[in-house]
């Protein structure tokens, strides 16, 4: 299927290693405030700073999801990026994160999700961002550590802060219509998901 144009839109999938030779995928997307389509240098600068999502870097609020809660051998290696505008070639960044060593992790399907809401309800207008696995450790009786939430929930709105001050502006993009939505607030509780296509 091919991706839609959507004006001044760019679409961000982060990706790498899970915890048994598998890999993980975050798409997310961006509205470029800056005039136009982002260039290549603008959008290397918006997926960099949303890389801190999953990064280790200090940042104002939270912790980086990869080396503070990953398994061993989970790995945020590369970012796909192109502009939504029907003609644009996708181009790739190098990333170099890492979870920590010899810590085990949930099983390859099981995430927490990440949920981006908007100022309008229905599904076109709200998403969900499924994060790589978490160690064993921070997981007891089926649920997530409730400390994790909150210091995610704070290094997010960091870096959406840090992002409108860089021309960036996170969305919820519908493909079915055409439309990116701004994403108002996100939100994340302590229970495990399951994603098929993560399943060894």
């Known amino acids: ?3 839609p144009t959507i004006a001044n839109v760019t679409r961000f999938a982060f990706g790498g290693q899970i915890q048994g030779g598998g890999r993980w995928v975050n798409v997310w997307h961006m ?3 800056g ?3 982002a260039t290549q240098a603008a959008a290397t600068i918006g997926a960099n700073e949303l890389a801190k999502l999953y990064d280790s870097s200090v940042i104002v609020g939270g912790q980086g999801w990869i080396p503070a809660f990953g398994a ?3 790995t945020l290696d590369k970012a796909d990026v192109i502009n939504l505008d029907g003609t644009s070639a996708t181009f790739s960044l190098p990333y170099t994160i890492t979870g920590p060593g010899g810590t085990p992790g949930e099983a390859a399907e099981c995430a927490h999700v990440l949920t981006l809401r908007t100022g309008f309800r229905g599904r076109s207008h709200r998403g969900r961002v499924f994060l790589p696995q978490v160690q064993n450790s921070q997981v007891a009786n089926g649920q997530l550590n409730a400390a994790i ?3 995610i929930i704070a290094r997010f709105n960091s870096i959406f ?3 409108a ?3 960036w502006v996170p969305v919820v993009a519908s493909y079915k219509l055409g439309t990116a939505t701004p994403i108002t607030s996100v939100s994340m509780d302590t229970l495990v998901d399951v994603i ?3 399943k060894r």
Do not use: A, D, H, K
Request: glycine share 24%; charged share 10%.
């Open 165 to 167: 001050g860089l021309s």
């Open 72 to 74: 061993g051998g989970e």
């Open 1 to 3: 299927m091919p991706l």
């Open 31 to 33: 509205n470029y405030t």
């Open 161 to 163: 802060t840090t992002l």
């Open 196 to 198: 098929r296509g993560r």
């Open 35 to 37: 005039g136009g389509f």
């Open 149 to 151: 939430p909150p210091l």
